[in-house]
Every structure is written in C-alpha cells, then in structure tokens.
Nanobody, 119 residues
Framework: QVQLVESGGGLVQPGGSLRLSCAAS????????MGWYRQAQGKQREMVAN???????MYADSVKGRFTISRDNAKNTVYLQMNSLQFEDTAVYYC?????????????WGQGTQVTVSS
C-alpha cells in the first residue's frame, strides 16, 4: 500500500505565494509520475502540473509562468511552488502519483489540501 500526504495549503492574499508538498510512502519500487490536480467548488477536477521520472514537466495553461513543479526522488516528494496567486486558484489541491510496486503499477491520490486566495 502507498500513502500520499500533502501539506502547505492555506489562506493567502492575491499576488501571494504558497508551496505545497506531497510525500509518498509505502511499498514503492518506483514513481513514474507525480503531479497536482485541483478542484474548485462546483467544478470538475483539473490537472495543474505533472512531472515525470526523468524531470519532464507539464503545466495547465492557466498556471504557466506562475507555478513550478519539482520533485525530490530520494524523498519520494513532489512540490508545487505557487506564485502570483489569483482568486481563480482557490481550490482543493490533490497530489497524484503513478506508482510502481514490485507487482503492479497503480494511480494514487492524496487527501487534498485547501488553497484559498482571498483579500
């Protein structure tokens, strides 16, 4: 079994910054991809950013130039640095990981962390 534990959410004013972290633990052989998704109230969950094992990154158009995803493979941890936050970034942010154990490859989700941008 694999667990993803997120931290770093909170309340921030427009233009401010937050850094999210997500640590994976458990029976991990390799993590092929780690990423962040978000779901605003009344909306569908959407991809924010992903980072592959080799370091290739992908971003939603709405966050390009403002958010930066990174990972520490030794710690099985992914980070999301969020700058120039806007009201529209308010959402629950979920960590997601494509994890390979000895036997299978499975998609895991964290419990979510609230990010609120408000003045």
């Amino acid at each position: 079994q694999v667990q993803l534990v997120e931290s770093g959410g909170g309340l921030v004013q427009p233009g401010g910054s937050l850094r999210l972290s997500c640590a994976a633990s458990g029976s991990i052989f390799a993590i092929e991809r780690m990423g962040w998704y978000r779901q605003a109230q009344g909306k569908q969950r959407e991809m924010v950013a992903n980072i592959l094992n080799g370091g290739f990154t992908m971003y939603a158009d709405s966050v390009k130039g403002r958010f930066t995803i990174s990972r520490d493979n030794a710690k099985n941890t992914v980070y999301l640095q969020m700058n120039s936050l806007q009201f529209e970034d308010t959402a629950v942010y979920y960590c997601n990981a494509d994890v390979r154990t000895v036997a299978v490859r499975t998609d895991y989700w964290g419990q979510g962390t609230q990010v609120t941008v408000s003045s």
